[in-house]
């Protein structure tokens, strides 16, 4: 079964708009997140990551908000640009144990100019 | 640094042949694992390893082989390919508890088919 679960499966935002993908987890063990952002014929890269002892992380246009009562977490990218359009993934991990990765099923992000 | 290099980009196979898909790494990363993208799945976690000489099974093991015999090199085996294999795979590395990154760094991948 699916470990994380991630939605919307597609978005299409204005240039200038705010996008935001949202994440469910269940396993209360994890405590590492974080997002990866995928080009086409590209392997995924690092984005953005949060540990569950702050609620929110922000890194220039891109904030992740974390509520670990609700098992949740999102990721906004304001002022959203062409150039953002790619596959984003969210992914949780346990550092304590080998770091393996358990990643959402993507959510392929379009801005339109 | 390369980073992270995998070889061949691209390989089709017939049902039941058997190929390795390598993967290289030049920043002497402990830990090193092999995902499979599959559309609508994401990326799923076949195999991994945390150090040279030792490997462990992920989510989806079943039909590949690997190991580990030196820090840098963690090929990837399938002994008899399937259809089911079809997809894109990425290696990955990363240096666990490096200072405070935990980031896994990952191949351009290898799209492989199997008919």
């Known amino acids: 079964q699916q470990q994380v679960k991630q939605s919307p499966q597609s978005l299409i935002v204005q240039k200038g708009g705010i996008s935001i993908i949202n994440c469910a987890y269940e396993?209360?063990?994890?405590?590492?997140f974080p997002w990866y952002q995928q080009f086409p014929g590209k392997g995924p890269a690092l984005l953005i990551a949060?540990?569950?002892?702050?609620s929110e992380k922000k890194e220039g246009r891109f904030t992740i908000s974390f509520n670990k009562s609700a098992k949740q977490f999102s990721l906004h990218i304001m002022d959203s640009q062409p150039g953002d359009s790619a596959t984003y993934f969210c992914?949780?991990?346990?550092?304590?144990?080998?770091?393996?990765?358990?990643f959402g099923t993507g959510t392929r992000l379009t801005v339109i100019p | 640094n390369a980073g992270v290099t995998q070889t061949p980009k691209f390989q089709v196979l017939k049902t039941g042949q058997s190929m390795t898909l390598q993967c290289a790494q030049d920043?002497?990363?402990?830990?090193m694992s092999w995902y499979r993208q599959d559309p609508g799945m994401g990326l799923r976690l076949i195999h991994y390893?945390?150090?040279?000489?030792?490997?462990d099974q992920g989510e989806v093991p079943n039909g590949y082989n690997v190991s580990r015999s030196t820090t840098e090199d963690f090929p990837l085996r399938l002994l008899s390919a399937a259809p089911s294999q079809t997809s894109v795979y990425f290696c990955?590395?990363?240096?666990?508890?490096?200072?405070?990154?935990?980031?896994?760094?990952f191949g351009p991948g290898t799209r492989l088919t199997v008919t």
């Open positions: 396993n209360t063990a994890f405590d590492y």
């Open positions: 992914a949780a991990s346990i550092l304590t144990g080998a770091n393996n990765l358990f």
């Open positions: 949060i540990r569950p002892d702050v």
């Open positions: 990955a590395s990363s240096f666990p508890g490096q200072g405070t990154s935990y980031e896994q760094y």
């Open positions: 920043m002497n990363h402990e830990y």
């Open positions: 390893s945390v150090g040279a000489g030792i490997t």
